[in-house]
Nanobody, 121 residues
Framework: VQLQASGGGLVQAGGSPRLSCAASGRTSSVYALGWFRQAPGKEREPVARITRSGGITFYTDSVKGRFTISRDNAKNTVYLAIHSLKAEDTAVYYC???????????????WGQGTQVTVSS
């Protein structure tokens, strides 16, 4: 499975960028798609994920209410809509894919190359 993320860049605080990630390859084996992020000087952290059916979503506490994950299975694409962008959202955002049901300790099976989101004041 290959993952190609896009949509990052320099965005003003309070803005609403939308990240996209197109999956290719053996996408039929993917159970869930999601996003991680890594801020400068910090560890990589999970942000959100969504199952193939779209029925189950997860958000880390710090983004609940501001981030919305969605997917278009016909396009094999997952989206991350960010609202009310904050300085602490500055990070490299990685698209990820899971082949099995994620747990609190499991890591994704596939990673994309990452897209930088930088918040300007």
């Amino acid at each position: 499975v290959q993952l190609q993320a896009s949509g990052g860049g320099l965005v003003q605080a309070g803005g609403s960028p939308r990240l996209s990630c197109a999956a290719s390859g053996r996408t039929s084996s993917v159970y869930a798609l999601g996003w991680f992020r890594q801020a400068p000087g910090k560890e990589r952290e999970p942000v959100a994920r969504i199952t193939r059916s779209g029925g189950i979503t997860f958000y880390t506490d710090s983004v609940k209410g501001r981030f919305t994950i969605s997917r278009d299975n016909a396009k094999n694409t997952v989206y991350l809509a960010i609202h009310s962008l904050k300085a602490e959202d500055t990070a490299v955002y990685y698209c990820v894919a899971y082949l099995r049901v994620p747990t609190s300790v499991s890591l994704p099976d596939y990673w994309g190359q990452g897209t930088q989101v930088t918040v300007s004041s």
